[in-house]
């Protein structure tokens, strides 16, 4: 009878190592479970006692890997510890209500996001630089990270699955906030909170479209003393693409996505658009000793612009927000208050 025990409990103890195995492996089964019509669907699922499905162990998510393509990634189920070094994507997880889960973070001025920041919250480097070391201390059972962490995506899967969520600039950011919410919310059951998160936005869109219609402009960028100009491929796309003034700064084909095209004011003379709206960067940075955007914008060529003269040179005011967390839901928020204000 004791030999009989002894098998016994040497079974269970070996099945259970073999569990651990499998859940700490299953962010490399992610590849080939994307090759299965299983794959869209929670994997692991199990019955309860009551005949109920218990919650699953894993699920499979869409996601971008390093080289910004779209992939199926399975991921923990309801996981408890996350690491995350984008602030949209912060910015969804603290509005579905998941932020307790969050040990560790990158570094943002974000007043929205101060309380994950200092205390007992690790810092895991910047949005563009993350320390791995830290990412690794903290022992995430996943890790978000936008575009300007694309390059560190394989050294960070070395870590935890990685959720790598952007902006689609052609989709537009209303609709980008709205897929990506949908995709974090699945990862803990949680998808009917999302049509209540992005209540209103659809409206708010609509009512400055009206505003905007037969209207030109040009969407620039100050950062170090001059005027870049954006396009519809980037920051800033939603006030041309979704929201239509008639971005008359670039031609379609130019790529503008990153800081823009470098700009004189004559530029500005010549093209004369209706609206000029300006991003500062080096506040949205905190540039020590930089000059406001407004200083630099306001001289004597663009006061002769209808712009200047008619009052609507827009000064985006809430230039962090714009330039390094668009794509949250308090970020879209915060964006169409700043045009809202100034344009309705």
């Known amino acids: 009878m004791k030999k009989l025990a002894s098998f016994t409990l040497a079974l269970a103890l ?42 699953p162990e894993t699920v499979a998510i869409s996601s971008l890997n ?17 690491a995350i070094l984008d602030m949209a994507l912060l910015d969804i997880l603290d509005a579905l209500g998941v932020g307790d889960r969050v040990v560790g973070t990158a570094q943002t001025s974000l007043d929205y996001l101060q309380s994950y920041i200092g205390g007992d919250m690790a810092n895991l480097g910047t949005i563009k630089e993350a320390d791995l070391e830290a990412v690794m201390s903290c022992e995430p059972d996943v890790i978000f990270i936008g575009g300007r962490l694309a390059s560190s995506y394989d050294a960070l899967s070395e870590i935890a699955p990685v959720v790598f969520l952007s902006t ?18 699945s990862m803990f059951g949680l998808e009917d ?15 400055l479209a009206a505003f905007a219609e037969g209207k030109t402009a040009i969407v620039g ?5 001059g005027l870049n100009v954006l396009g519809n491929d980037g920051r800033c796309s939603m006030i041309g693409r979704e929201i239509g003034f ?13 800081h823009g095209n470098e700009a004189s004011f004559e530029f500005i003379v010549e093209k004369d658009p ?25 001289n004597e060529l663009v006061k002769g612009t209808r712009a200047y003269q008619d ?19 308090t970020a879209l928020d915060v964006m169409l208050a700043d045009l809202e204000e100034a344009l309705l």
């Not at 008639?246 to 990153?258: F, L, S, W």
């Open 14 to 55: 070996a099945a259970s190592m073999a569990a651990c195995g499998q859940s700490a492996g299953s962010a490399a089964s992610a590849s080939s479970a994307a090759s299965t019509p299983a794959a869209s669907a929670p994997a692991a699922s199990s019955q309860g006692a009551a005949g109920e499905t218990a919650a």
């Open 66 to 82: 390093g080289a910004r393509e779209e992939i199926e990634l399975e991921v923990p189920y309801d996981p408890q510890r996350i």
């Open 168 to 185: 689609d600039t052609e989709l537009g950011v209303v609709e980008s906030v709205r897929k990506n919410a949908g995709i974090i919310a």
């Open 193 to 207: 909170e999302v049509d209540e998160l992005m209540a209103g936005f659809d409206s708010r869109i609509e009512a």
């Open 221 to 225: 960028l100050v950062t170090s003393g």
């Open 246 to 258: 008639e971005n008359i700064g670039v031609d379609a084909e130019i790529d503008t996505a990153t």
């Open 274 to 298: 209706d609206y000029l709206f300006i991003l500062d960067r080096d506040a949205a940075i905190q540039t020590e000793g930089a000059q406001l955007a407004q200083e630099i914008v306001e």
């Open 311 to 329: 009052g609507h040179i827009v000064y985006l005011a809430h230039p962090a927000v714009w330039y390094t967390a668009e794509g949250g839901v």
